[in-house]
């Protein structure tokens, strides 16, 4: 009922989801975002960390996000300003 907390090591990144399917949506959003940000910034993105070395927290598990950097861009976005 309170939604899922979630974080991405890789990138130091925390999100959230009212439900697990909304928190990994927005999970894939948080990555993407961050991810072509450092390309546009000619930065390296850190390779992924094997999911038996990351360690869960509380009572959560872990899970693998699927990430497509070029969809990602390819989406309607309107600048807010």
Do not use: H, W
Not at 5 to 34: H, W
């Amino acid at each position: 009922d309170l939604g899922f907390m979630v974080y991405v090591p890789d990138f130091d990144i925390n999100t959230e989801g009212k439900s697990l399917i909304d928190a990994i949506e927005m999970a894939r959003d948080a990555i993407s975002l961050v991810g072509i940000t450092l390309v546009d910034d000619n930065q390296p993105i850190p390779p992924p960390t094997p999911i038996e070395a990351v360690k869960k927290e509380y009572d959560g598990f872990l899970t693998l996000v699927d990430v497509d950097f070029d969809e990602y861009r390819r989406k309607d976005r309107k600048s807010v300003v």
